[in-house]
């Protein structure tokens, strides 16, 4: 039998580590001709150089890269110069840019997302000028101490808020609203995760909705623990008692009481429907799941309320109106956590994705995460 050599095997080895689904790069820079140009993955742990061309007469240059799994960034840079972009698939994503404004001028076809990190790139440098401008005057006694302060905090906590209400909550399950937490100032990070209670509900928004649609991505996982540490960080003494306190309750009656408001504005306790079989739902009714979800409810309960069973569905959503009319024609308990996705309920009961079910036997007993029910029909019917 013929024998292959160790410089073929290797050869073969990485011909079908390149084989695979692909996304392309493409574009051209004018005024770089001869220039090298780097195509770059921007990872957690750093960037990493992917490929490199030489930038011809024409101003072309084309690259491709293995298709990611979940989306992923990557960056073009020429000397110190830089263009973020993101990645979903397999998409060509389409460059154009002059070499003396790349960073800038640039144009971008093929990504949505791309393009909101364009107009976030363009917005964040726009904010550093006018941080450095508000220095200047500082540092030249054309400002008192007290107005650098307040004037620096007022340009911060405005930009902060057109990206909350503009790219994250508008759109939480996007690699534009992931790129947006991690945007700095004088290299600090706008979005604090770890500190600030404000903050951490906006990562927790973009945490949930990863979970929802990447559940075994890097990313979705290391901001669900970003999130996770932050809540413990800014939890409050008394908070902290609470937590304590129901952490005991859950060790000694298997059940962690909830009291929230439903659509009338009356409150239903958790423990209060004990005697009856309960489906205990997290949900977010704008999740694209949901209506799906609700049919298979919808279904359960109609075949089983009549025997004992009652749904008690919790929405997180952030839009009181969409909940309200979305729940309105709902037979069962449906009530919103108004803390949405930063809720205490969901670390308490480890709810790491939405919607997230759990059953609890007539005893007001915790029984099953849905994620260890083979039959949840069968399920049922043997708890009432």
């Not at 840079?77 to 840019?97: C, G, L, Q, W, Y």
């Not at 990206?163 to 690699?175: C, D, F, L, R, S």
């Not at 770890?194 to 990562?203: M, T, V, Y």
């Not at 609700?294 to 279904?299: A, E, I, K, T, Y």
Request: aromatic share 10%.
């Amino acid at each position: 039998m013929r024998q292959i050599s160790f410089f073929a095997f290797v050869i073969l080895l990485l011909s079908a580590c390149n084989t695979g689904p692909k996304f392309t790069v493409t574009g051209e820079v004018t005024g770089a001709e001869g220039k090298k140009i780097y195509l770059e993955a921007s990872q957690i742990g750093g960037v990493v150089v992917l490929d490199s061309a030489k930038i011809k007469s024409s101003g072309t240059f084309t690259f491709k890269g293995q298709k990611p799994e979940s989306p992923e960034f990557y960056r073009l840079r020429i000397e110190n110069k830089i263009i973020n972009f993101s990645v979903d698939s397999t998409e060509t994503v389409t460059i154009n840019a002059p070499y003396d404004k790349f960073t800038t001028a640039y144009q971008v076809e093929g990504s949505p997302n791309s393009i909101k990190i364009k107009e976030l790139t363009l917005k964040q440098i726009k904010l550093q000028n006018d941080v450095n401008t508000l220095m200047q005057s500082a540092q030249q006694n054309r400002l008192t101490n007290p107005a650098f302060e307040d004037s620096l905090n007022a340009l911060i906590n405005a930009y902060k808020e057109e990206v909350k209400t503009q790219y994250i909550y508008a759109a939480p399950n996007t690699a534009a609203a992931y790129f947006a937490l991690f945007q700095r100032i004088n290299n600090y990070l706008l979005f604090d995760p770890l500190n600030n209670k404000d903050d951490i509900k906006s990562f927790a928004a973009v945490a949930t909705s990863l979970e929802n649609f990447y559940p075994h991505a890097e990313r979705s996982k290391n901001l669900y623990n970003l999130v996770i540490k932050g809540m413990r960080n800014t939890r409050t003494p008394r908070e902290t008692s609470a937590a304590n306190t129901q952490e005991f309750e859950i060790n000694t009656t298997g059940l962690i009481d909830i009291q929230l408001k439903d659509i009338k504005g009356n409150t239903r306790k958790l423990t209060d429907l004990a005697g009856k079989v309960i489906l205990l739902d997290f949900t977010v009714y704008q999740h694209p799941v949901s209506p799906e979800h609700n049919f298979m409810l919808r279904d359960l309960y109609d075949k089983y309320s009549d025997k004992g069973l009652e749904i008690y569905q919790i929405s997180f959503d952030a839009d009181e109106h969409f909940w309200k009319t979305a729940a309105h024609n709902l037979p069962w308990i449906c009530v919103r956590d108004p803390q949405g996705v930063y809720s205490s309920q969901l670390s308490l009961y480890n709810v790491q994705q939405l919607p997230t079910y759990f059953l609890i036997n007539k005893q007001n007993e915790l029984f099953k995460r849905g994620e260890d029910v083979k039959d949840l029909d069968a399920t049922v019917k043997s708890l009432l």
